[in-house]
């Protein structure tokens, strides 16, 4: 049933998208459907919602109450009702109102720092995830390579027997070449699909809706200085949310305190009297003794949590730093390595196959000579993809610098 699927989807995708898929498009179609882009985009309109309501004032209470009715003697009926029309507002002292509202724009800038740190994260995994694309893709095209080539060297050795001019030992070591390479080809296909499917999930794909993957991914430049990457580091948008979390604490830690301080409730009312047509103003103040509750056990935990903050912020800084340095060192070798194989390795490789390939034509080399060559200029080519691999990854972990796990 799921193979059915597949292949439907295969089709439709077929009819419907493009064949080849650039990182910006593989970028877009994550973002659009990413769970975890949802749930920070709707933590900003939490903290949207939140700073909006610390700003707001307490309601006023409005009361009405009457007296000396409905009793006995002459309280009886409403003819010695006491009415009293009150309105009563709490006023917040200790500077209250502003820390509530401080705490929460804290927490709306560390919302907006967390949706960014969300997008960091996962364009560090879609370039990874996109690179391993790149390279079974390339794998594949030096597997095909490697098998077109063993198929015109396995008809030359196998015309040279036909001649006599060989043995047939040297016919069955071509052919085992042959065999070898095209196995070697079956496995670069199956990783190449491997590699697209695991892409595709990003976006919930069940199956690739893309038949190649175009990068620029043997363009590479100089790394750039690790004194500029450390510089650069403190925006950082896992960094920034740290950073306005523990200025949130703080703010929370002063807003806490302030909380010890009683709030005062002003009444103002109206009164009159039944029986008599007396009437006058009521005019009242009521604030709460701090006898027992002084929030000494809230502020205790608010202190807690501003240090916590404070430490957790120095934990993240060392820890990127140190993920950093390690990534710019990986960078610096791999593109050095990358660099060396380009401009020398690669271009001995393949003069040095050419030469056997036609030399062994002429009758100038022996069969196992070319077959060396053939063998150290495949290896090359792959060392070089490696290479280039563990440069696109290591500028994968700085550009996208974070530390979230590569399974979450």
């Known amino acids: 049933m799921l193979l059915i699927v597949c292949l439907f989807s295969f089709h439709y995708a077929k009819i419907f998208s493009n064949e080849t898929l650039t990182f910006d498009q593989a970028v877009l179609k994550t973002f659009s459907s990413s769970p975890k882009l949802r749930i920070a985009n709707r933590e900003i309109v939490e903290a949207i919602g939140a700073q909006n309501q610390s700003s707001l004032y307490p309601n006023p209470v409005a009361s009405y109450s009457v007296e000396n009715v409905f009793g006995n003697r002459n309280w ?23 820390y509530r509202m401080q705490t929460a724009k804290f927490q709306h800038f560390a919302s907006l720092a967390g949706f960014e740190a969300e ?55 071509a052919e085992i070449a042959l065999s070898t390479s095209e196995i070697n080809l079956d496995k670069a296909r199956a990783e190449f699909i491997k ?57 929370n830690l002063n807003l806490v305190r302030a909380l010890a301080v009683p709030d005062v409730t002003i009444t103002l009312g109206y009164k009159t009297l039944q029986d008599t047509g007396n009437k006058g103003m009521i005019i009242g103040a009521s604030l709460p003794i701090p006898v027992f509750n002084q929030n000494q056990g809230n502020i205790q935990r608010a202190k807690a949590q501003t240090a916590k903050a404070q430490d957790f912020y120095i ?70 993809i490696q290479a280039l691999l563990n440069y696109h990854t290591s500028r994968a972990d700085i550009e996208y610098l974070n530390t979230v796990d590569e399974g979450q």
Not at 80 to 97: D, M, N
Not at 196 to 211: Q, S
Not at 318 to 325: G, H
């Open 119 to 173: 997008q960091l994260s996962l364009l560090n995994r879609i370039l990874k995830l996109f690179i391993l694309v790149v390279v079974a893709q390339e794998n594949l095209e030096i597997a095909l390579d490697q098998t077109r080539i063993s198929e015109e060297v396995y008809k030359t050795v196998a015309a040279k027997v036909e001649a006599g001019k060989v043995s047939l030992i040297q016919q069955n070591k």
């Open 315 to 384: 934990e993240l800084e060392l820890a990127l730093e140190n993920k950093l340095t390690v990534s710019h060192v990986e960078l610096m070798r791999a593109y050095r390595e990358a660099e060396k194989i380009r401009s020398t390795i690669l271009k001995s490789a393949v003069q040095s196959f050419e030469l056997a390939q036609e030399g062994y034509k002429e009758g100038k080399f022996e069969y196992l000579d070319m077959l060396d060559s053939q063998k150290t200029l495949f290896e090359v080519k792959e060392r070089y």
């Open 76 to 98: 009886q009926g409403w003819e010695a009702a006491e009415s009293r029309y009150e309105i009563g507002q709490l006023v917040e002292l200790g500077g209250k109102r502003g």
């Open 195 to 251: 590699s697209k499917e695991r892409l595709a999930v990003l976006w919930g794909g069940t199956c690739p809706d893309f038949e190649r993957v175009e990068y620029p991914f043997y363009d590479i430049d100089l790394p750039t200085p690790i004194e500029k990457c450390l510089s650069d580091l403190r925006a950082n948008p896992q960094l920034l949310k740290s950073q306005m979390e523990y200025l949130a604490a703080h703010q």
